[in-house]
Every structure is written in C-alpha cells, then in structure tokens.
C-alpha cells in the first residue's frame, strides 16, 4: 500500500523560509514523478514543482522559479520542497503526489498535470503574512 506522508510547513513571514518533506512507502518502481501541488481557498489545485527520480530533472512553475527548490533523497525515499522568499500569494494547503506510471514524463520532465498523478500526500499549510 503506497503511502506518502508529509510533515513541515506551517506560519512564516513574508520573506521568510519554510521546508517541507515526503516520506514515501509501499512502493517498488525506481523511476517515477514526484510533485508539489497547492490550493488555496476557492481555488483550484495547481502545480508547484515536480521531479523526475530516474534522472532528476525538474520542473517549477514560473511564479516559484528561483525561489522554490524541489529535490528528492532516493535513499530515504523522501521529497522536499524548499521554499524560500516567500510571499503572501504563495499560502495555501501544500500537497506532494507520486505517478508512478509516469503518465506526467515528456521529454525527460516530469510535469504537474494534476490528474496524472495517483497518489497523494495528507497536506500541509503554509502561511504566509505580510
């Protein structure tokens, strides 16, 4: 039974730092997309960053780029999600997802197509004041 478990997040000033992680268990494949997602109040789930583990290789959307760094441990088969500069727009529940049939791979990215991704973490909240 896959799982993926997160922890992190919470309150921060904007300008501020936050990190969170993505244990993932019950699982056999060794190349597969991971990705972080965000929804905020009355709006729709969106895409945050994803990687590729078979050959890492990463993907942001353009309003993180540069200040959000997605990066997975394969030994301890966990994800992170750095987040630094942040700012108020960027609060909201924080989800990391798994595909393992890499159905979001193209051209050796992995992508944040929603839908494509099978397996889903519990969420997280992030919080950012201004």
């Known amino acids: 039974q896959v799982q993926l478990v997160q922890s992190g997040g919470g309150s921060v000033q904007a300008g501020g730092s936050l990190r969170l992680s993505c244990v993932a268990s019950g699982y056999t494949r060794s190349n597969y997309c991971m990705g972080w997602f965000r929804q905020a109040p009355g709006k729709e789930r969106e895409g945050v960053a994803a990687?590729?583990?078979?050959?890492?290789?990463?993907y942001y959307r353009d309003s993180v780029k540069g200040r959000f760094t997605i990066s997975q441990d394969n030994a301890k088969n966990t994800l992170y999600l750095q987040m630094n500069s942040l700012k108020p727009e960027d609060s909201a529940m924080y989800y990391c997802?798994?595909?393992?049939?890499?159905?979001?791979?193209?051209?050796?990215?992995?992508?944040?197509?929603?839908?494509?991704?099978?397996?889903w973490g519990q969420g997280t909240q992030v919080t950012v004041s201004s």
């Open positions: 997802a798994a595909d393992f049939n890499l159905k979001a791979l193209s051209g050796g990215v992995c992508y944040t197509f929603v839908y494509e991704y099978g397996y």
């Open positions: 990687i590729y583990t078979g050959g890492l290789t990463t």
